[in-house]
């Protein structure tokens, strides 16, 4: 069941959706305004304006969603590719006037062209699930990249929300699960990773790569931007 790819169409066509829950590993159900994946430019919060400022030649536009970053984009006249697993969500983006939004796995993918920027936003990276997977990922995003090319996404510290319960004894505490819930239909529970500043910079230096935080928020949120050494 595509539970966000579902929530997504009911704004799409009506420019209203039911609530949609989002179950967690962690905490207390969590409620995600739909609303987030059609905003325009004058609603994104400055660390995504930053990466699409940041964004520069071909842009991979990973896990696009709705395609907001992506429109934008395409009215800079950059080139970008969305890409996305959710049918639904594709289709919109065709309907909204992405021109080139795609239906693929990041980690299935094979490409035949590279790109100058792979772009993650509203802690896309966070689809690599643990620390080991963001560690693969950062393998297999070379191949994805053309000489001088660049990985922009923002993550967050989320250590504040082990203020009342134990971290975790046997696993990296930013990896969490989550499941989606929408019109009394839950999904399947998926893992997710948020990475603290100083796990990223240890575990990109041992990769290959460089790393410069480009700036955070008052949300422990930030922005990096990653280089091939």
Same mark, same amino acid.
């Given at each position: 069941?595509?539970?966000?790819?579902?929530?997504?169409?009911?704004?799409?066509?009506?420019?209203?959706?039911?609530?949609?829950?989002?179950?967690?590993?962690?905490?207390?159900?969590?409620?995600?305004?739909?609303?987030?994946?059609?905003?325009?430019?004058?609603?994104?919060?400055?660390?995504?304006?930053?990466?699409?400022?940041?964004?520069?030649?071909?842009?991979?536009?990973?896990?696009?969603?709705?395609?907001?970053?992506?429109?934008?984009?395409?009215?800079?006249?950059?080139?970008?590719?969305?890409?996305?697993?959710?049918?639904?969500?594709?289709?919109? %983006?065709?309907?909204? /006037? &992405? =021109?080139?939004?795609?239906?693929?796995?990041?980690?299935? @993918?094979?490409?035949?062209? *590279? $790109?100058?920027?792979?772009?993650?936003? %509203?802690?896309?990276? /966070? &689809? =690599?699930?643990?620390?080991?997977?963001?560690?693969?990922? @950062?393998?297999?995003?070379? *191949? $994805?990249?053309?000489?001088?090319?660049?990985?922009?996404?923002?993550?967050?510290?989320?250590?504040?929300?082990?203020?009342?319960?134990?971290?975790?004894?046997?696993?990296?505490?930013?990896?969490?699960?989550?499941?989606?819930?929408?019109?009394?239909?839950?999904?399947?529970?998926?893992?997710?990773?948020?990475?603290?500043?100083?796990?990223?910079?240890?575990?990109?230096?041992?990769?290959?790569?460089?790393?410069?935080?480009?700036?955070?928020?008052?949300?422990?949120?930030?922005?990096?931007?990653?280089?091939?050494?």
């Amino acid at each position: 069941m595509d539970i966000l790819g579902e929530a997504l169409q009911d704004h799409f066509n009506t420019g209203t959706a039911e609530t949609l829950w989002v179950h967690n590993s962690y905490g207390e159900d969590e409620v995600m305004p739909v609303d987030l994946f059609f905003r325009d430019e004058t609603e994104m919060p400055e660390l995504e304006l930053k990466a699409l400022e940041l964004c520069r030649g071909r842009v991979l536009d990973i896990g696009a969603g709705a395609g907001s970053h992506a429109l934008i984009l395409q009215q800079r006249n950059i080139a970008v590719t969305a890409l996305d697993i959710s049918t639904t969500a594709v289709a919109i %983006m065709k309907k909204r /006037g &992405v =021109t080139d939004a795609v239906e693929k796995n990041i980690f299935e @993918l094979e490409l035949n062209d *590279t $790109y100058d920027t792979l772009l993650f936003m %509203m802690n896309g990276i /966070g &689809v =690599t699930g643990t620390i080991a997977g963001f560690k693969a990922f @950062l393998k297999k995003a070379k *191949t $994805y990249l053309k000489p001088g090319g660049q990985l922009l996404f923002d993550s967050s510290d989320i250590s504040y929300l082990y203020q009342e319960i134990q971290f975790p004894a046997n696993a990296y505490f930013g990896e969490v699960a989550f499941a989606y819930e929408y019109k009394q239909k839950r999904g399947k529970w998926f893992k997710w990773v948020y990475i603290d500043q100083q796990t990223l910079k240890n575990v990109a230096a041992a990769a290959g790569w460089n790393s410069h935080i480009v700036m955070e928020d008052d949300n422990d949120q930030y922005l990096a931007q990653l280089t091939l050494k």
